[in-house]
């Protein structure tokens, strides 16, 4: 089993990333959502209602700190937004801070950085496995009940009922969520992460150069053909070279990966759910009619020419130097991040989000970036190795009592905020940070809301966090779409579907890369799409469907 876990567990977790990547996850931040782009509140400074109280459940809460002379010892990455800033856990006073205030002392250990798939492999072919291991285990091939029954982590149901009251009640009171963070047969398996406002639950879409706009005339875009004629107009009027940009990353033409464009043509680049069927978007009509507009606006240059490969780095890059007008990115990360770039070369730069675009003028966006309230990453699992389980279900559920929230959510009182009228409101040490360290890097060295962890995020987080008015004004923006209506929920299906999805979709996304890529740059014509569509079915896509469909009905029994 070990053998084939080495072998296989990163043809599965690809396949298994595209459920979960209609998306971040994922992410972070998302995928988890690393740079922290996540949400705004509504202003009122009223107290998340989804915190658990430090009092509930059938036993007593365990006062903390817990007196124990014990060391716990926990696997886990160091997020993103600490890469470069911080070696290791033990350097970041959140972690220092996390086992004083638990009482329980923590010995880290941490992957290397984008390599966290592959130490798992070692890590579990090895047997040598820490006490609590984060991990994203909707992504484990065979999922959480396969983790489980291979003997990798312990099924937390009695644990849970007896030693965490924190996340038993908050789970009790959220039953939508509870239904979430479970498997098919009931089982629960890691603690969470819960993104506990709808505000925080959207954070990504299409982001314009307002200042091109106004300049030029033109109205918001809001259509397909709105777009065309702005594009058009941003290369011939203001010289833009690569008019259309974004990072292509881990997918081609990852625009398509929300629905930020693909969407107005009905269909998304993943599973989704539409009048109780799933359908798969590359297979649908409407993936046709993208790839015909896309190698169109390719060939008349309206979309960055290296938009098969563009990175991060040569996306900042472009806008920076006003090479591309618009864009696909987060209110944190992307308008956060790339207002100064502009600003740097033109004083009057101005970015802000535009809807997500439709076909016919009113009509409201399909699809569009919308996370679920559970995200599976930065959930933290006990393995069959745990020394004591106990005590790590009694430190975990600290991040769901009342202190541990605002621990999690805002660091420590006197250091990283003050509560102002009975806001907790982060410090210069935060948002003004004397080493030139970015909010979402200052706020990760004392708190985890800028990305995920066990604990529920906090809006008020991300009411400081958008410093901006363009940024707040995007999440409103963005969040008008039928999203919600459309996107599936955390499956879970069964160790034998699981696998056997995973190998179907791995040829199946290879397939509908090339086919992207190849049509879009216009090296195949797009009446080739009816040619890749036989090939999709032949590779079983059907039973893709199938169990993706027998998944959302025992997630709909749960």
């Not at 285990?137 to 065979?142: K, S, T």
Request: some cysteine.
């Amino acid at each position: 089993m070990r053998k084939w876990l080495v072998s296989g567990l990163s043809v599965a977790l690809l396949g298994s990333l595209l459920a979960a990547c209609s998306s971040d996850g994922g992410n972070n931040a998302g995928a988890g959502n690393a740079n922290g782009g996540n949400a705004q509140g509504n202003g009122n400074g009223a107290a998340n209602e989804g915190t658990a109280g430090s009092q509930a459940g059938e036993g007593e809460a365990s006062a903390y700190p817990i007196k124990t002379d014990k060391t716990l010892t926990y696997w886990g990455e160091i997020t993103g937004n600490l890469v470069g800033v911080k070696a290791s856990h033990d350097e970041v006073p959140f972690f220092q801070d996390w086992q004083k205030k638990t009482g329980v002392k923590l010995k880290f250990t941490a992957p290397p950085a984008g390599q966290t798939k592959e130490a798992l492999n070692v890590m579990l072919a090895s047997g040598d496995l820490p006490d609590m291991l984060e991990y994203n285990f909707l992504g484990f091939p065979g999922g959480p009940e396969k983790a489980i029954g291979d003997g990798y982590i312990l099924k937390l149901n009695d644990l849970i009922d007896k030693n965490a009251p924190n996340l038993k009640k908050f789970l009790q009171d959220n039953p939508d969520i509870d239904k979430m963070v479970k498997t098919d047969s009931g089982s629960y398996y890691a603690f969470p992460f819960i993104r506990g406002d709808e505000y925080l639950r959207v954070f990504q879409g299409p982001i314009i150069r307002k200042d091109w706009l106004d300049e030029l005339g033109l109205p918001m875009p809001e259509t397909i053909d709105d777009w065309t004629a702005t594009l058009r107009a941003f290369k011939e009027k203001k010289g833009a070279a690569a008019p259309l940009s974004f990072v292509s990353k881990p997918r081609f033409f990852n625009e398509s990966g929300n629905g930020a464009f693909i969407g107005a043509f009905g269909v998304n680049r993943g599973f989704y759910q539409e009048d109780g069927e799933i359908k798969f978007g590359p297979a649908e009509p409407g993936f046709k009619d993208y790839l015909r507009q896309f190698h169109e606006w390719y060939a008349e240059g309206l979309i960055d020419k290296n938009a098969a490969t563009a990175d991060s780095k040569a996306l900042d890059s472009n806008i920076a130097s006003g090479a591309t007008g618009a864009t696909v990115g987060n209110a944190g990360g992307g308008i956060g991040k790339w207002q100064p770039l502009v600003l740097a070369n033109d004083p009057k730069a101005v970015l802000v989000a535009a809807p997500y675009p439709v076909l016919k003028k009113g009509d409201t966006p399909k699809f569009g970036q919308r996370q679920q309230a559970y995200s599976s990453e930065g959930t933290v699992a006990i393995t069959t190795s745990a020394k004591d389980p106990e005590l790590a279900v009694r430190m975990l559920d600290y991040g769901y009592s009342e202190e541990g929230h605002m621990f999690f959510n805002f660091g420590t009182e006197g250091v990283s905020y003050n509560m102002v009228d009975g806001y907790p409101t982060f410090t210069d040490l935060l948002m003004k940070n004397p080493d030139k360290l970015a909010p979402a890097q200052a706020i990760s060295q004392y708190a985890r809301s800028s990305y995920n962890g066990p604990f529920v995020q906090d809006k008020r987080y991300a009411e400081q966090f958008f410093a901006l008015q363009t940024q707040r004004d995007a999440i409103g923006i963005w969040a008008k779409t039928d999203a919600a209506k459309h996107n599936l929920p955390p499956l879970t299906p069964t160790p034998e579907e699981s696998s056997e999805y995973a190998a179907i979709m791995t040829d199946i996304d290879t397939l509908v890369d090339e086919m992207t890529l190849k049509i879009i740059l216009g090296t195949e014509p797009v009446d080739k799409y009816d040619d890749y569509l036989a090939k999709m079915k032949s590779l079983n896509l059907d039973r893709a469907i199938e169990i993706q469909t027998a998944a959302l009905a025992r997630y709909d029994s749960r």
